[in-house]
């Protein structure tokens, strides 16, 4: 199931649409996707997308998610495609709330603890609340730029699992 609305400049094959396809038809299980971007312009654009029906009923069916499989970024040029998508006031704005990091969209503080932004709104993504209400969420990130933000959702909760390379493992666990 697909948990968010897909990054542009994001290729074909790892967008979430195609991830979400690929992996419904190696498991032979269903699949349940939307065409949407990520983050809008505003508030209201995002409300109006997230009125149509494939893409509320997706998010909305995400509360019955029991396994999801999420990226996380920490909050920095070239560590987070959100924060690489967005303008540098919303940036800005975000980092000022006490965001380092951030998984579906879900920004998160350096405790773990969720932080609602003036990007919360903008997003097509399920919510943070639903995010925080699936009981097994495996981080798959790596680098070691992102070592506190992945520190930080473990912390919190938000994740508890983590797909990573030996060096991001070991800079981890020197945190």
Not at 35 to 46: E, N, S
Not at 92 to 106: F, H, P, T, Y
């Amino acid at each position: 199931m697909q948990l968010s609305g897909a990054l542009a400049g994001i290729s074909e094959d790892s967008s979430s649409v195609d991830l979400v396809r690929r992996a419904g038809r190696m498991s032979g299980g269903g699949r349940q996707v939307f065409f949407a971007p990520l983050v809008m312009p505003d508030a209201a654009g995002a409300e109006a997308v997230r009125r149509d029906p494939a893409v509320s009923g997706t998010l909305a069916a995400a509360s019955t998610v029991t396994v999801a499989m999420v990226g996380v970024g920490a909050w920095e040029p070239g560590q987070s495609t959100i924060y690489d998508a967005v303008d540098p006031e919303c940036r800005r704005l975000v980092a000022e709330a006490g965001v380092i990091g951030e998984s579906v969209g879900a920004c998160f503080d350096e405790q773990g603890q969720l932080v609602d932004t003036c990007l919360s709104e903008r997003l097509i993504a399920l919510s943070p609340h639903q995010l925080r209400g699936i009981a097994r969420v495996i981080a798959v990130a790596h680098g070691v730029g992102k070592v506190a933000a992945l520190r930080a959702a473990m912390t919190g909760d938000l994740v508890n699992g983590l797909v990573t390379t030996h060096d991001t493992a070991e800079a981890l666990l020197r945190a």
